[in-house]
């Protein structure tokens, strides 16, 4: 398996503080894993095959193995599928073979991740399966755990997502209540490109606030809780001239006919937001 990278994550530091926060350092009597300590012996020998009990699109397995390997630096590990892969229930993920405390201690934390984020993957290929056969691609949204944005937006890539905007920096997002306290869609969408921004985008509440947007200079429309019908109105007032995103009221049950209006994009927080974990486990076999 190549070295897992990501703009803006810094794997090493992740791998660290989730194992100290386990093990408890600089708590009180913390600084180790009590129960592999004194019920396995040092120099136990573990074999064990992590698995999906439930049918995944599986997303972190790279960052399962930096917790392995951060313990046990000569761990023997099996890459059996790839980030991104479909598995049915019951398919081996990995198969490693390490000293036994290690692996024991570093558990916890590998599978945490891994049902984490192919939790994220599974709930966004499901999405993008249930957008049917369109235009439209299905994007996430900031709606993400503080500290694990950039983990959970690679989820969703895997899950067959496109990732919006990566934060507060790398583009504008006006919305309502800076529309409010601007004073108009207008106003709010000229004071960004007055102020050198790239890439404006600016959520409709209205059909009436298409036309002063565009004129205005955004580069992207955020049509927020239309119905498809109304959606399939905002797209042909925009004509092509930017990309519009379709937001808020979106499921699996709606999403189908929001996708078929027409829009470039529908946004969906609830990937990251409300993703339930997958459930897969690290179990012992005989070597």
Known sequence: MTQFSLTGFD??????????EDLGEGLPGGGQDVTSESVIPADARF???????????????????????HL?????????????????????????????????????????TVQHLSGIATLTRQYVDAMGVTKAR???????????????????????AQNHRMGLWDAAMIKDNHVAVAGGVGQAVGSARAAGVASIICEIDHLDQIAPALAAGATHLLLDNMEPDMLREAVALVAGRVPCEASGG???????????????????????????AADIGLDFVLA
């Open 11 to 20: 794997l090493d530091t992740f791998v660290t503080q989730t194992l100290a």
């Open 138 to 160: 299905l994007l996430d949204t900031r709606k993400t755990i503080p500290g694990l944005r950039h983990l959970e937006k690679y989820a969703t890539r895997m899950g067959g």
């Open 47 to 69: 074999t064990g095959v992590m698995d999906s009990r439930d049918a995944i699109t599986v997303a972190g397995l790279p960052i399962a193995v930096a917790f392995f390997r």
């Open 250 to 276: 979106v499921n699996l049950s709606t999403i189908g006919p929001i996708a078929a209006s027409g829009v470039d994009y529908v946004s969906v927080g609830r990937l990251t937001q409300s993703a339930p």
């Open 72 to 112: 046990d630096p000569e761990i023997s590990i099996e890459t059996l599928v790839q980030d991104g892969d479909q598995v049915a229930a019951g398919t081996h993920l990995l198969r490693l073979t390490g000293k036994a405390r290690a692996l024991l201690t570093a558990e916890r934390s590998a599978l945490n």
